[in-house]
Nanobody, 122 residues
């Protein structure tokens, strides 16, 4: 069984910073990538940033230069440092462990956290 748990978030001010953390735990053999996705009220869940086990990162255009994703492979953790916050960054942030295998022969699956709310005031 695998669990993905986010922490951090809360209320931030425009121009300020927040940090999100996430840990995947349980029976984990490997994880291809970990990432953060965001769902604003009334909108679909969109990619914010991902990072592969090799450290290759991918960011949504809207957060490039402001957000930084980092990962500790040995601990199966990922963090998102959010700087220069904007009100449009408001939403529920979901952590994902993508391409996770519980054994070397097992099929890769995606696992999601429950989400953490981020509110940015203007």
């Amino acid at each position: 069984q695998v669990h993905v748990v986010e922490s951090g978030g809360g209320l931030g001010e425009a121009g300020g910073s927040l940090r999100l953390s996430c840990a995947a735990s349980g029976s984990i053999f490997s994880i291809d990538a970990m990432g953060w996705f965001r769902q604003a009220p009334g909108k679909q869940r969109d990619l914010v940033a991902t990072i592969t086990s090799g450290g290759i990162t991918n960011y949504a255009d809207s957060v490039k230069g402001r957000f930084t994703i980092s990962r500790e492979n040995a601990k199966n953790t990922v963090a998102l440092q959010m700087n220069s916050l904007k009100p449009e960054d408001t939403g529920v942030y979901y952590c994902a462990a993508l391409g996770l295998r519980t054994g070397w022969r097992d099929k890769a699956n995606n696992y999601w956290g429950q989400g953490t709310q981020v509110n940015v005031s203007s």
